[in-house]
């Protein structure tokens, strides 16, 4: 099965639907959109990681919805969550 | 012939056939029950409080006046804040057996319930002789709500109802999706799929009202479970939450208790009411109350003419209501399987690469079709009637 989902093509982030580990190389598809990341850090399920760079003040995009801003450079493969992505409510 | 349903005197048209037992205070709710337990085809509802405010005089007559009801006996104490007679006279607007009863007039719980169950026993059977009528899945509303969420809800579960949507909506159906403040960041998007900019402006406006509510009471609707469980910002969680519906123009906002003017897409913002009705003021009163939690979700989208609602949960939920069936749709495979007696679509079949979005939405299509026709929810089926 499918180890991430990408939900939009405009994304910049994955979404994990299995726990993953560092060093594991996962591929998203939708489409004729492909990416194939190695993740930097464990992911849990449902949580985000990095498909492209991003740079600080950045807008993250899942669903091709700006999700808030990336509050430091966040590079391919990385965890995206609190701790360098914030709301921009 | 898609929907074989039941034709009401103003030209709606219902999937179901209940009798509506409406309590008007909580110390007539127990003589409701004696009634429903009396008479078969019966559904107990009502409002405990004995001090009311608008939204519970709209949430009885809007459910009152459901085409899923085909007759109403209201079951007031006699000296409540609730005008039983406005409530009475609104719902007997829609032309459907209407009958008013008064613990106080009657003498007691047990003369109510017995004078109750003969009257309700009439109008369940003439319930039972109410003429069938064809309807199609354009005359079909069906509402969306989410609770009980978790991170599947928005990755499976959520966009299956928003494929179903589609589906809907392109028969010519109507589709009404609900809160708002769970919509913060989509408002863009959302008001870009309007189908005129005063209905973007109203979107952004509603959407923006809660966004102001929000920062006033310092609160966004995010709390660290779902922050643990992968969504980092409500933004995050209203683009899960705005999948549920698809990609169809937006019609309108519908206001507590407003029907759709037309066919399509719509959106619920039950925090204000629809309209003043004439004779409400005498009694209404500013005391903010409200049943809490996703029940309440569920009935204000029946109040707008939902005939079924699609609800969409992760961690499990097994509400349902007493006036239209309530799908329920579980985007966790695991809950799933450990909530199976009231789970009707297991969307968690994305979660696990068995099926895709589109297959699920195709799935909850045909079970919309079946429940229209009579098929019973999980909930209808274990009595699960909430209010």
């Not at chain 1, 990341?37 to 995009?61: E, M, N, S, Y």
């Not at chain 2, 209201?74 to 719902?91: A, S």
Request: with cysteine; glycine share 12%.
């Amino acid at each position: 099965m499918a180890r991430a989902i990408l939900l939009h093509k405009k994304d910049n982030v994955a979404t994990a639907l299995t726990p993953v580990a560092a060093g594991e190389d996962v591929e998203v598809t939708l489409e004729d959109v492909r990416y194939r990341v190695r993740v930097r850090q464990d992911i849990p399920f449902a949580h985000k990681f990095a498909l492209a760079p991003i740079a600080a003040g950045d807008f993250v995009f899942k669903y091709g919805l700006p999700i808030g801003k990336a509050t430091q450079p966040i590079g391919v493969g990385e965890h995206v969550h609190s701790h360098n992505l914030v709301t921009n409510k | 012939m898609e929907i074989l349903g039941y034709a009401r005197p103003d030209g709606r048209v219902g999937i179901r056939n209940h009798v509506a037992i409406i309590y008007t205070v909580q110390c007539a709710q127990l003589a409701a029950e004696k009634i429903a337990r009396a008479v078969k085809g019966t559904q107990v509802l009502g409002w405990p409080g004995c001090f009311v405010n608008e939204r519970s005089f709209q949430k009885l007559i809007s459910l009152g006046q459901h085409p899923n009801v085909a007759a109403v006996l209201v079951v007031g104490l006699g000296c409540e804040h609730m005008d039983y007679h406005l409530v009475r006279d609104e719902i007997a607007k829609s032309g459907k057996p209407t009958e008013l009863i008064l613990v106080q007039e009657e003498g007691g719980t047990l003369k109510t319930a017995e004078k109750g169950a003969r009257i309700a026993e009439r109008l369940s059977q003439y319930a039972s002789t109410v003429p069938r009528q064809e309807m199609s899945l354009s005359d079909l509303i069906v509402g969306a709500e989410c609770g009980g969420s978790d991170a599947t809800s928005g990755l499976a579960a959520n966009p299956s109802v928003g494929a179903f949507a589609d589906l809907l909506v392109g028969r010519g159906g109507t589709m009404i999706v609900e809160e708002p403040s769970e919509l913060l960041g989509c408002e863009e998007a959302l008001a870009e799929r309007a189908i005129s900019p005063e209905v973007g402006r109203e979107v952004i406006e509603t959407i923006r009202a809660c966004q102001a509510e929000g920062h006033q009471v310092g609160q966004f609707s995010i709390g660290p479970g779902n922050v643990e469980g992968g969504l980092t910002t409500i933004e995050e969680k209203s683009a899960g939450a705005l999948a549920k519906s698809g990609t169809s123009p937006l019609m309108g906002v519908l206001r507590a208790g407003e029907l759709p003017p037309g066919k399509g897409l719509y959106l619920l913002s039950a925090d204000r009411v629809a309209k003043k009705i004439p004779g409400v003021e005498k009694r209404a009163t500013n005391v903010p109350m409200d049943q809490g939690g996703d029940p309440k979700g569920v009935v204000w989208l029946i109040a707008s003419g939902a005939h079924i609602v699609l609800f969409t949960t992760g961690r499990g939920n097994p509400a349902g209501c007493a006036v239209s069936p309530v799908i329920k749709i579980c985007g966790n495979p695991l809950t799933y399987r450990r909530m199976e007696d009231n789970m009707d679509i297991n969307a968690g079949a994305i979660i696990e690469g068995e099926k895709t979005v589109a297959e699920v939405g195709r799935q909850i299509f045909d079970e919309v079709l079946a429940v229209a026709n009579g098929k019973l929810t999980k909930a209808e089926l274990l009595g699960h009637d909430e209010y």
